[in-house]
């Protein structure tokens, strides 16, 4: 087991140069952080955890600039964006910025990634019906992968189509870095069964039952004809700060 530590990365919170360096002298595996671009002010959306938003989502930097500052200031510290909202950003300067940002850290990144919650801030930035992320993001993270494998890379989906295109350099880890898919309900579930590099749930949609969450959801990697090994898992546990923690 390995211990990693997911921040909002606002301006309020600890520099992230600081924050990565202390956590690289004191022996954590990771720094996660998110993405919200913005959001919109008249928000119909219920947020999922319930009550009003939490100010600090209207506030948060960009992931990949943080991460990148982060990379600068460790050299064993995994990065990873957790997550990061793939369906809302075009698909060849991410693949880019991405690209960049493993090599930089030297194949330090992972991918956290997800459908979203905000069906206004979505519709924002894409034509594309939100009905439909789902599919959305798996034609995504197809084209991602090409576009980090392949020199001359295409792709002919759905919702994203282009002829052969180069984009280079490659990231350093072969095929791009490992994408993880913060998924919980179950075609988020089936999804991330089928495709992804790993799962990163929250430890509250397990109820008292986690052993029992995580074994069903390694029966749906099984029959998706993988194997769970292959699907790493990432528990996110929400922690609230006080004198013991």
């Not at 390995?2 to 919170?13: E, K, Q, R, V």
């Not at 960009?62 to 990065?79: E, I, N, S």
């Not at 002829?163 to 791009?176: E, F, H, L, R, S």
Request: net charge negative.
């Amino acid at each position: 087991m390995h211990l990693g530590f997911s921040f909002m990365n606002t301006p309020f919170d600890p520099p992230v140069v600081e924050l990565a360096k202390a956590l690289e002298e004191r022996g954590y595996e990771s720094l996660w952080t998110g993405e919200h671009s913005h959001i919109p002010v008249e928000l119909k959306t219920p947020y999922p955890g319930g009550g009003e938003l939490p100010e600090p989502y209207k506030c948060m930097q960009d992931p990949y600039v943080a991460l990148t500052a982060a990379a600068a200031v460790t050299t064993t510290l995994k990065l990873g964006t957790g997550i990061a909202l793939l369906i809302e950003r075009d698909v060849f300067s991410q693949a880019k910025t991405i690209s960049t940002l493993d090599r930089f850290s030297s194949g330090r990144l992972m991918i956290g990634t997800g459908v979203g919650w905000n069906e206004e801030g979505f519709n924002n930035v894409s034509s594309l019906p939100w009905n439909k992320r789902y599919g959305i993001l798996r034609e995504t993270v197809g084209a991602l992968r090409n576009l980090w494998t392949d020199d001359e890379a295409e792709f002919h989906g759905d919702y994203i189509d282009f002829d052969p295109v180069w984009c280079n350099p490659k990231p350093v880890q072969t095929g791009g870095p490992p994408i993880v898919f913060g998924a919980m309900g179950p075609l988020g579930l089936k999804h991330t069964a089928e495709w992804a590099d790993g799962w990163m749930p929250i430890d509250l949609m397990f109820g008292d039952n986690i052993a029992g969450g995580i074994e069903k959801f390694r029966d749906r990697v099984k029959a998706a004809g993988r194997r769970p090994e292959d699907v790493e898992i990432t528990l996110q546990t929400l922690v609230t700060p006080d004198l013991d923690t």
